[in-house]
């Protein structure tokens, strides 16, 4: 199928699945879009484009967005989508702070279904000490995006937070990463040798549907909506809270629906006690959720950032059985993004046969580090697809595509993985796991009328 066919066969679908919602058959459809008799089964099976005449119809007479009615374009129809190192470097850009020269731009392997978006940086600016305040180095304002960072050579890494600047020398193999907003830079230590950082910017959740919901929903109640979870302004209570107003439940009937003494459920509902064990299984019960629903996450980091120093990062061996391919060390992340993971992997075997491939429910990227080029197998759609990436190649692997690493030319390659979740939360991933049979099939392309 051609990419153009996928797109116009995903916009009827969602055509299709919209007027379900809504409740209209076609000759309702085509009476209140004021489309000719016979021709919405045309555009919702992708006979016909939907164009951006019917859309805007659309979004005028029944209560949807445009954006409901946009599918994803497909940029990587074989699973992966690789950006070759001369590709890479076409992109280059010098961006300028104050009138001067401060960072080469480079952009890595992105793709459309996934909100990552990876730099390659060369810091222009040299410092001579490790001082925060040192006033050759240009700050930003911060930005959306998390970034995970991975360091190669002598790079200074600056944040700030709550005011207050911070220098963290770091070195090769080094990783950091930082919430949303906070301001940072960073300086080269030495013009002597390279230093770069892939600044490997996703929004994850954050981005598409949420922030537009949000953008209407507006200033006051985003901040009203917003969970704290940093130490002194965390209440554990506050999700029991949520669920007690969601379901206009007063301290006297959730008591009563526990036998937790209402002194205590008062305690428990919004404040800053955290429930034992059992008072969360009764809780659980009483407000008809489940215990993780009323569990807050925590973040372990520190003044907005989590560093993971290359010196005192965790390493192991995978897989756990059979022929050792891959020495696998942890970089940074946070308990704040549990599906996010930040790897880098050390390729052990010369024999892509002999290697076991690696499989995630995550979008992964991978950037080839080092000198040494990587042998990349992956299957997907029953194909199998054989390359041989250089150093600064990188590429995007769509979730649940297994890929396997083999060592080109007896090097010992190593590649960096960060694998990142989109818009699939466990929520979602929930919900297309108790559809009723053949629900999947309809959800990702909802095929025909609700009755029949
Ligand atoms: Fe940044």
């Not at 080094?174 to 907003?181: E, I, K």
């Not at 209407?216 to 554990?236: F, K």
């Not at 992997?345 to 990587?374: K, N």
């Not at 197998?377 to 600064?392: C, D, K, Q, V």
Request: aromatic letters at 8%; a negative charge.
């Amino acid at each position: 199928m051609r990419p153009e066919e996928g797109f116009a066969r995903r916009a009827g679908a969602l055509l299709r699945a919209a007027a379900n919602d809504l409740k209209r058959d076609d000759e309702n459809a085509e009476r209140e879009l004021g489309l000719e008799k016979g021709t919405f089964a045309q555009y919702a099976d992708g006979r016909r484009p939907v164009d951006w005449e019917l859309m805007r119809r659309a979004a005028q007479t029944w209560p949807l967005n445009e954006r409901d009615l946009l599918p994803l374009h497909d940029d990587s129809p074989a699973g992966v989508r690789i950006m070759r190192q001369e590709e890479s470097r076409a992109s280059s850009r010098v961006l300028s702070r104050a009138g001067e020269p401060y960072y080469e731009y480079r952009d890595t392997a992105m793709s459309r279904i996934a909100s990552y978006r990876p730099e390659w940086i060369r810091m222009l600016r040299v410092v001579d000490d490790n001082e925060p305040e040192n006033p050759l180095v240009q700050w930003n304002r911060g930005h959306l995006l998390y970034q995970f960072t991975y360091f190669i050579g002598p790079v200074n890494y600056y944040y700030r937070w709550d005011g207050v600047s911070h220098c963290v020398p770091m070195e090769t193999g080094d990783s950091v990463w930082g919430l949303p907003f906070a301001p940072h830079s960073f300086a080269a230590r030495t013009s002597a040798e390279p230093a770069c950082i892939l600044a490997l910017t996703y929004g994850g959740s954050l981005v598409g549907d949420a922030q537009r919901e949000l953008a209407v929903l507006g200033n006051a109640a985003t901040q009203a909506l917003a969970v704290p979870l940093a130490e002194g302004a965390r209440l554990p209570g506050a999700a029991i809270r949520s669920f007690m107003d969601a379901g206009a439940v007063t301290v006297a009937e959730l008591a009563d629906r526990t036998g937790i003494s209402p002194r205590r459920t008062e305690e428990l509902a919004g404040g800053s006690v955290s429930p034992d064990a059992k008072e969360l299984a009764l809780l659980a019960t009483g407000l008809g959720v489940s215990v993780r629903d009323l569990l807050l996450p925590r973040s372990g980091t520190v003044d907005g950032v989590s560093v993971q120093h290359a010196r005192d990062a965790r390493s192991w061996v995978w897989p756990g059985d059979g022929a050792t391919a891959y020495r696998i060390t942890r970089l940074a992340g946070d308990p704040l993004h549990p599906h996010t993971s930040a790897l880098q992997v050390d390729v052990l075997l010369d024999d892509v046969e002999q290697a076991a491939p690696l499989t995630t429910y995550q979008h992964q990227y991978l950037y080839v580090l080092g000198d040494d080029p990587v042998g990349l197998r992956w299957e997907f759609a029953g194909e199998r697809f054989e390359y041989t990436l250089g150093p600064g190649d990188s590429a995007y692997v769509r979730p649940q595509v297994p890929i396997t690493f083999a060592a080109a030319r007896g090097g010992r390659p190593r590649v960096l993985l960060l694998r990142i979740s989109g818009a699939v939360t466990p929520e979602v991933r929930y919900a297309v796991g108790t559809m009723a049979a053949g629900g999947i099939d309809r959800y990702v392309a909802e095929d025909r009328l609700w009755y029949s």
